[in-house]
């Protein structure tokens, strides 16, 4: 009671403006803050890293720094434009789980209309950058890359767990956008990088799907194959994670990389596929937790191995 009638403290014409003042900046901060979120930047930061992979393998060695940024920074715009695409669909069922209720949408920080016109402006300086600083190939796989992960893969979220095979192609083109941009035709060493990043995100979005399955339920999302009947989640990723091994030498034996590389991919290649299997054999969320870590560990690290033994060879 006592603290309803504590009297407020009395300002002065010059107190409320020092106040406007600190409002106003820590608005601006907390509406900033809500645009960075939109842009999922740790994922954003691993695109980057796989774009810069697919340009200098296409480049063979002989890559400028320069078409490389602006590569960088106009598949950076594209994927803030498509994760703000995802979100803006996808802010009712966000809404009703715990790990995204929480993003700018669902939180009320941002309007729908707002995150409409930032993702539309962004898509479109995006794919209208890449086509006159990079190359118009750069551009329209950009473009198909937004309209797969934004267009597709996530209203296809409520019918169906093959939505993810869908959203598999978006997620492993970024490598074949870098190799475009590098201006090399698009053959088989492009397709190498391509089914490393397809395969790999089977065991990642599996785990991740299977740890928060009864939040996807809650919000009426399919994400596990076979509704997650017991023992299919873990199976299907170990499947993948052992298929990866051999795909993952393929730029060894296009001559792209040299036998160091080999020897890591086929390192992390197991430990993968073991984490994996562990899961196979018991469905926990240590195990599921195990698979999902070792996913996050095994992309940058063969990613880098994949260039360093790239230069190397080419030097
Ligand atoms: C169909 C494909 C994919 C699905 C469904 C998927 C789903 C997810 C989800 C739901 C998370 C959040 C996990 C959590 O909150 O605990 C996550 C984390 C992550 N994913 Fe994926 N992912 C996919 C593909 C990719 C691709 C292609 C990349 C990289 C280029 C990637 C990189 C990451 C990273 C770095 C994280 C950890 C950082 C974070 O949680 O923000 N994912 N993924
Ligand atoms: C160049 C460019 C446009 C690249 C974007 C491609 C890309 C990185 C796609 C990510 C793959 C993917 C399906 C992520 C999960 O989203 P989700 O919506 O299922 O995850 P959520 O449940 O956390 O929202």
Known sequence: MNSLVT?????????????????????????????????????????????????????????????????????????????????????????????????????????????????????????????????PITAWLTLATIVLYALCYTPLKRYTSLCTVIGAVPGALPPVLGWAASGAPLDLGAFSLFAIMFVWQFPHFLAIAWLYRDQYEQAGLRMLPAEGRPGITGAISSGYALVLIPISLMPAQLGLTGDAYALVALVLGILYAWSAVLFQRSETRRCARRVLWTSLVYLPAILIALTLDHIRLMN
């Open 7 to 135: 009297p407020l403290p009395r300002t002065t014409t010059a107190d409320s403006a020092e106040a406007i003042d600190c409002v106003v900046p820590a608005a601006r901060a907390g509406r900033l803050s809500a645009y960075f979120q939109l842009a999922k930047p740790r994922i954003a930061l691993m695109v980057l890293l796989t774009v810069t992979v697919g340009y200098v393998i296409g480049s063979r060695g002989v890559w400028q720094p320069w078409p490389l940024l602006h590569a960088c920074f106009g598949i950076l715009l594209a994927v803030v434009a498509s994760s703000s695409l995802n979100q803006l669909i996808e802010r009712k069922t966000d809404a009703r789980m715990p790990r995204t209720k929480s993003r700018p949408l669902p939180s009320a920080r941002l309007s729908a209309f707002e995150v409409l016109v930032f993702a539309l402006f962004c898509g479109v300086v995006s794919v209208v950058y890449l086509y006159f600083t990079v190359n």
